[in-house]
């Protein structure tokens, strides 16, 4: 039986593209969702000092990311996503050097 494993995304806006961003964020689980790809787990959305936005989601299992990418709804908002911000690592947020790194809830 798969697992489900757990991500987190992280979309960094170019300036002036904040609202725009949030926006695909919060169309993106429902449509992970529609697609079957994502578990029933409530996903968390937070922000970083950077603005960087932290969607934590549930996959529901390893391979679901890759099957992701043969939805074309789902790849109509990585596209957009890619076009109005960058997708930083984990490690370049200022608050993963602390111990229990604290974030803003959106």
Not at 43 to 65: C, K
Not at 72 to 98: F, H, N, Q, Y
């Amino acid at each position: 039986m798969a697992k489900p494993a757990i991500v987190f995304a992280l979309y960094k806006p170019h300036a002036g593209k904040e609202t725009e961003l949030l926006s695909l964020v919060q169309r993106h689980y429902p449509t992970l969702r529609k697609c079957e790809l994502v578990t029933g787990r409530v996903p968390i959305v937070s922000r970083s000092a950077n603005g960087t936005i932290i969607e934590v989601f549930e996959w529901i299992d390893g391979a679901a990311h890759k099957k992701a990418h043969e939805h074309p709804e789902i790849a109509a908002i990585w596209e957009r996503m890619d076009v109005i911000g960058t997708m930083p690592k984990l490690g370049s947020l200022p608050e993963c050097a602390e111990t229990f790194p604290h974030f803003e809830p959106v």
